[in-house]
């Protein structure tokens, strides 16, 4: 009887380490699978903020771009620019609307994604040029004055829809990840 009972303890003990084993592990994977979901709870809400700024950064951006587009329109339309004071406004608007976006650059660069960055910096020298061009307006005759405001219009129009179609690609790259 007692080597029954002997063999029964003995028996029974590999099942028992297995089923100690079993528990020990669950717990041990029970943990790992709460610091995974505690880590990507952190990683995701971190990315939430990250895309709120960024979305909300290039929301003042359009807004600052069309602000942009509107003043210089208003000031180039063909009865106006044979007028000496709008061209020295237009160089004054275009002086400040550079010094405001270089700060406005400055103060998001980190934001930016390196294409919106080079569509920024890509209008900042287009300013920097029309400034240029409109400076030289008593030097240049009105034909070629005309001519390089067109220019200046269409090459305008086309930095927005660049900047706006870098806003779009990157908000739907952002979208994307978080979903």
Known sequence: ?????????ISAIPAT?????????????SKEVEKFKAKYQR?????QLQFQKEFNIYSELW???????????KLTRTDNRGNLQNS???VDLLFQANIDLKKYILVNKPFFSE????????TSMWISRAIKILAERSNITENEFNSKVNELEKELDLLAEKISLAIKNRITINDEAHN
């Not at 009887?1 to 063999?7: F, G, K, R």
């Not at 380490?17 to 994977?29: D, G, M, Q, T, W």
């Not at 990683?43 to 990315?47: A, S």
């Open 1 to 9: 009887m007692e080597t029954a009972i002997l063999t029964t303890i």
């Open 17 to 29: 380490l297995l089923a100690v084993y079993s528990l020990i592990r669950v717990r041990k994977n």
């Open 43 to 47: 990683t995701n809400f971190t990315h």
């Open 63 to 73: 807004e600052l771009t069309i602000k942009l587009i509107d003043s210089i329109s």
């Open 88 to 90: 020295i406004q237009l």
């Open 115 to 122: 294409t919106i960055h080079k569509e920024l910096k890509d």
